[in-house]
Protein backbone atom coordinates (compact mmCIF):
# COMPACT_ATOMS: atom_id res chain seq x y z
CA UNK A 1 0.00 0.00 0.00
CA UNK A 2 1.62 3.18 -0.77
CA UNK A 3 2.71 5.69 1.87
CA UNK A 4 2.58 9.22 2.23
CA UNK A 5 5.96 9.32 1.02
CA UNK A 6 5.17 7.12 -2.12
CA UNK A 7 2.26 10.18 -3.10
CA UNK A 8 4.83 13.25 -1.96
CA UNK A 9 7.55 11.42 -4.66
CA UNK A 10 4.53 11.30 -7.47
CA UNK A 11 3.52 15.01 -6.80
CA UNK A 12 7.40 16.13 -6.59
CA UNK A 13 8.05 14.07 -10.20
CA UNK A 14 4.77 15.58 -11.91
CA UNK A 15 6.01 18.54 -10.96
CA UNK A 16 9.48 18.39 -12.41
CA UNK A 17 7.62 17.21 -15.30
CA UNK A 18 5.80 20.05 -15.83
CA UNK A 19 8.04 22.09 -14.81
CA UNK A 20 10.36 20.64 -17.76
CA UNK A 21 7.66 20.57 -20.30
CA UNK A 22 7.38 24.41 -19.33
CA UNK A 23 10.87 25.13 -19.85
CA UNK A 24 11.48 23.05 -22.98
CA UNK A 25 8.31 25.17 -24.71
CA UNK A 26 9.75 27.99 -23.42
CA UNK A 27 13.19 27.52 -25.25
CA UNK A 28 11.66 26.47 -28.38
CA UNK A 29 9.69 29.93 -28.30
CA UNK A 30 12.90 31.88 -27.44
CA UNK A 31 14.86 30.25 -30.29
CA UNK A 32 12.52 30.52 -32.99
CA UNK A 33 11.89 34.55 -31.87
CA UNK A 34 15.76 34.15 -31.88
CA UNK A 35 15.86 33.01 -35.49
CA UNK A 36 13.26 34.95 -36.61
CA UNK A 37 15.34 38.24 -35.26
CA UNK A 38 18.27 37.40 -36.73
CA UNK A 39 16.29 36.72 -40.17
CA UNK A 40 14.85 40.46 -39.67
CA UNK A 41 18.25 41.85 -39.04
CA UNK A 42 19.91 39.84 -42.03
CA UNK A 43 17.00 41.53 -44.17
CA UNK A 44 17.53 45.00 -42.82
CA UNK A 45 21.33 44.96 -42.83
CA UNK A 46 21.41 43.32 -46.83
CA UNK A 47 18.93 46.31 -47.56
CA UNK A 48 21.03 48.43 -45.59
CA UNK A 49 24.15 47.43 -47.64
CA UNK A 50 22.09 47.80 -50.71
CA UNK A 51 20.59 51.18 -50.09
CA UNK A 52 24.57 52.54 -49.58
CA UNK A 53 25.43 51.20 -53.33
CA UNK A 54 21.87 52.67 -54.43
CA UNK A 55 22.25 54.26 -57.92
CA UNK A 56 19.11 56.73 -58.77
CA UNK A 57 18.57 58.00 -62.16
CA UNK A 58 17.12 61.46 -63.23
CA UNK A 59 16.81 61.78 -66.80
CA UNK A 60 15.70 64.56 -68.73
CA UNK A 61 15.34 65.20 -72.64
CA UNK A 62 15.55 68.58 -74.58
CA UNK A 63 14.80 69.45 -78.14
CA UNK A 64 18.29 69.28 -80.16
CA UNK A 65 18.32 72.18 -83.32
CA UNK A 66 21.64 70.76 -84.40
CA UNK A 67 20.98 68.41 -87.08
CA UNK A 68 25.05 67.95 -87.74
CA UNK A 69 25.29 65.88 -85.01
CA UNK A 70 25.49 62.42 -85.08
CA UNK A 71 22.92 59.94 -82.97
CA UNK A 72 23.97 57.57 -80.19
CA UNK A 73 20.34 55.70 -80.78
CA UNK A 74 17.74 55.61 -82.90
CA UNK A 75 14.16 55.42 -81.80
CA UNK A 76 10.91 54.38 -84.16
CA UNK A 77 7.62 55.75 -83.70
CA UNK A 78 6.40 53.55 -86.42
CA UNK A 79 7.39 49.63 -87.00
CA UNK A 80 10.73 49.20 -87.99
CA UNK A 81 9.45 47.90 -91.62
CA UNK A 82 8.12 51.14 -91.97
CA UNK A 83 11.08 53.17 -91.91
CA UNK A 84 12.66 54.16 -95.23
CA UNK A 85 14.19 57.01 -97.20
CA UNK A 86 11.47 59.41 -96.47
CA UNK A 87 11.51 59.12 -93.38
CA UNK A 88 10.68 62.41 -91.23
CA UNK A 89 12.88 62.85 -87.84
CA UNK A 90 13.61 64.80 -84.90
CA UNK A 91 16.30 65.10 -82.58
CA UNK A 92 17.00 65.31 -78.67
CA UNK A 93 19.30 65.09 -75.85
CA UNK A 94 18.82 62.78 -73.23
CA UNK A 95 20.39 63.79 -70.27
CA UNK A 96 21.04 61.07 -67.49
CA UNK A 97 22.27 62.40 -64.25
CA UNK A 98 22.77 59.88 -61.28
CA UNK A 99 21.89 61.54 -58.14
CA UNK A 100 22.37 58.11 -56.40
CA UNK A 101 25.31 56.44 -54.31
CA UNK A 102 25.81 53.77 -56.28
CA UNK A 103 27.32 53.20 -60.41
CA UNK A 104 24.57 52.17 -62.44
CA UNK A 105 26.12 49.37 -64.86
CA UNK A 106 24.97 47.34 -67.78
CA UNK A 107 22.54 49.59 -68.91
CA UNK A 108 20.25 48.54 -71.29
CA UNK A 109 17.11 50.02 -72.95
CA UNK A 110 13.86 49.01 -74.95
CA UNK A 111 11.16 51.32 -76.25
CA UNK A 112 7.94 50.70 -76.59
CA UNK A 113 4.29 51.65 -76.52
CA UNK A 114 1.51 49.57 -75.26
CA UNK A 115 3.06 45.95 -75.24
CA UNK A 116 4.51 46.13 -78.78
CA UNK A 117 8.20 46.92 -78.39
CA UNK A 118 9.85 48.93 -81.37
CA UNK A 119 13.63 48.25 -80.51
CA UNK A 120 15.93 47.15 -77.73
CA UNK A 121 19.76 46.98 -76.87
CA UNK A 122 22.35 47.93 -74.97
CA UNK A 123 22.34 51.77 -73.86
CA UNK A 124 24.93 53.55 -75.41
CA UNK A 125 26.22 54.66 -72.32
CA UNK A 126 26.23 50.90 -70.21
CA UNK A 127 27.44 53.04 -66.93
CA UNK A 128 27.15 56.18 -65.08
CA UNK A 129 28.67 56.89 -62.29
CA UNK A 130 27.88 58.26 -58.69
CA UNK A 131 27.66 62.26 -59.60
CA UNK A 132 27.85 61.95 -63.17
CA UNK A 133 25.76 63.06 -65.77
CA UNK A 134 25.98 61.89 -69.63
CA UNK A 135 24.19 62.98 -72.50
CA UNK A 136 22.84 60.94 -75.30
CA UNK A 137 21.62 61.94 -78.61
CA UNK A 138 18.48 60.34 -79.87
CA UNK A 139 16.85 60.14 -83.13
CA UNK A 140 13.17 59.74 -83.48
CA UNK A 141 11.56 58.76 -86.77
CA UNK A 142 8.06 58.46 -88.49
CA UNK A 143 7.28 57.21 -91.72
CA UNK A 144 4.99 59.54 -94.23
CA UNK A 145 2.22 56.95 -93.79
CA UNK A 146 2.14 57.43 -90.02
CA UNK A 147 1.43 61.38 -89.77
CA UNK A 148 -2.11 62.66 -90.53
CA UNK A 149 -4.45 65.26 -91.45
CA UNK A 150 -4.37 66.75 -88.49
CA UNK A 151 -1.50 67.84 -85.81
CA UNK A 152 -1.54 65.02 -83.04
CA UNK A 153 0.57 63.92 -79.58
CA UNK A 154 2.10 60.55 -79.66
CA UNK A 155 3.57 58.99 -76.82
CA UNK A 156 6.39 56.28 -75.98
CA UNK A 157 8.02 54.45 -73.47
CA UNK A 158 11.78 54.30 -72.88
CA UNK A 159 12.50 51.63 -69.95
CA UNK A 160 15.82 50.85 -68.68
CA UNK A 161 17.40 48.41 -67.04
CA UNK A 162 20.37 48.15 -65.03
CA UNK A 163 22.40 47.02 -62.12
CA UNK A 164 24.05 48.17 -59.09
CA UNK A 165 27.31 46.96 -57.87
CA UNK A 166 25.59 44.18 -55.64
CA UNK A 167 23.76 42.77 -59.40
CA UNK A 168 20.46 44.39 -58.04
CA UNK A 169 18.06 44.81 -61.12
CA UNK A 170 16.45 48.07 -61.64
CA UNK A 171 13.66 49.30 -63.97
CA UNK A 172 13.12 52.58 -64.54
CA UNK A 173 10.41 54.12 -67.12
CA UNK A 174 11.02 57.52 -69.11
CA UNK A 175 7.45 58.67 -70.83
CA UNK A 176 8.72 61.03 -73.77
CA UNK A 177 5.55 62.48 -75.95
CA UNK A 178 6.18 63.85 -79.03
CA UNK A 179 4.22 66.50 -81.25
CA UNK A 180 3.49 65.52 -84.66
CA UNK A 181 2.77 67.85 -87.00
CA UNK A 182 -0.73 67.23 -89.84
CA UNK A 183 0.50 67.02 -93.16
CA UNK A 184 -0.76 70.36 -94.00
CA UNK A 185 1.37 72.29 -91.04
CA UNK A 186 4.81 70.77 -91.21
CA UNK A 187 7.92 71.32 -93.27
CA UNK A 188 9.62 69.01 -95.07
CA UNK A 189 12.10 66.95 -92.64
CA UNK A 190 10.21 68.52 -89.71
CA UNK A 191 7.15 66.58 -88.88
CA UNK A 192 7.83 66.31 -85.52
CA UNK A 193 9.43 67.61 -82.10
CA UNK A 194 9.75 66.50 -78.55
CA UNK A 195 6.68 67.87 -76.10
CA UNK A 196 7.48 66.51 -73.06
CA UNK A 197 9.68 63.74 -70.74
CA UNK A 198 8.28 62.64 -67.36
CA UNK A 199 10.82 60.40 -65.60
CA UNK A 200 9.37 57.64 -62.90
CA UNK A 201 10.91 56.60 -59.87
CA UNK A 202 13.52 53.00 -60.31
CA UNK A 203 11.35 49.97 -59.46
CA UNK A 204 13.94 47.03 -57.51
CA UNK A 205 13.54 43.64 -59.33
CA UNK A 206 14.42 41.09 -56.98
CA UNK A 207 13.01 38.12 -59.16
CA UNK A 208 13.29 39.42 -62.85
CA UNK A 209 12.61 36.91 -65.54
CA UNK A 210 15.21 38.25 -67.73
CA UNK A 211 16.91 41.59 -68.62
CA UNK A 212 16.46 42.96 -71.85
CA UNK A 213 18.00 41.17 -74.72
CA UNK A 214 21.03 42.84 -76.53
Known sequence: ????????????????????????????????????????SKKQFEETKRISV?????????????????????????????VNDYTYYTMFALELNNIGSGSAKEIAYSWKHDEEVYGK???????????????????????????GDEDSVQSRTLSLTYKDLLNNTYEQEVELSF??????????????RIAKCVTYPAELKTNIKETINV
Request: overall charge negative; charged content about 20%.
Open 1 to 40: MPTITDWLMVGITAVYVVATIMICWANINSAKATREQIAE
Open 54 to 82: LPELWIEAEQENDTMLIPDITLMLCNPPK
Open 121 to 147: GSFPRPIVFPKESCTIVAEVCIAPEDI
Open 179 to 192: YVYGEKTYSEGNAL
